[in-house]
């Protein structure tokens, strides 16, 4: 039974976590839903992890829709949250022409945009129509060249504080929830103590009320970087690598295929095409 946002508002109040990972494809959804994860999550992140771009920022609405739809197809009894990608919610207009889309055209049950409390009205004017948004603050990659670079965020004074704005914020633009990306532990405890919304973690922490991790770094999938917060519960890169190893030997040496994976006929159909030999 896919879960509701008043489902995710009760896991908090019931001190449950909220488990969630990203997923691209019609595979990784599947397996997703197997496994009986609460929330999907189909990042812009799949710029760098699927599509090999240095950042998130060439991502497109075209993509975030085609990978959205596989997504529904391999997971049609979880809850999908879409990213708006980069330059996709600039003004009110847009984001509601866009998000749309990914509701309509993607299958999305909401969707997830990056920004603090500048990004408020825009987020009230979703909400106010019926779609459900995460909201996203911390490290936010869109953004990360303006922050300096992929660094950990509220470390001092000032930003922590603007990162409490942020989140009392987006809770009252009537958020679903809020992913609290890359800032110190006892900031998210704050935020995720003083504000009824559920927050989800990346890099901020246990008391968050849920987790998310890219999928591609839990498994052991992607390796150009691996942020300090993730943990590796699979090598999936080293399996491959050897099985594809593997393969190519097999193939040089004739022993793939072998007999048992050949499709055979009748040797009176054999005489009568090529005759006796």
Known sequence: ?????PDFFQMKAEHEKISMLTAYDYPSAHWAEEAN????LVGDSLGMVILGYDSTVPVTMEDMIHHAK???RGAPQTFVIVDMPYM??????LALKNAGRLIQEGGADGVKLEGGESFAPIIKALTQVGIPVMGHIGL???TATQLGGFKVQGRDVETAKQLMRDAHS???AGVMGITLE???AEVAKRITREITVPTIGIGAGKECDGQVLVIHDMLGMFDRFKPKFVRSYADIKTTAVQAISQYITEVKEQRFPASEHEFSISQEV???LYGKE
């Open 140 to 142: 936010t990659p869109q």
């Open 270 to 272: 054999v005489e009568k």
């Open 170 to 172: 987006l809770e009252k």
């Open 70 to 72: 596989a997504v529904r």
């Open 1 to 5: 039974m896919r879960k509701t946002v």
């Open 182 to 184: 890359a800032i110190p």
């Open 88 to 93: 996709s919610y600039p003004t009110v207009d």
């Open 37 to 40: 994860l609460d929330m999907i």
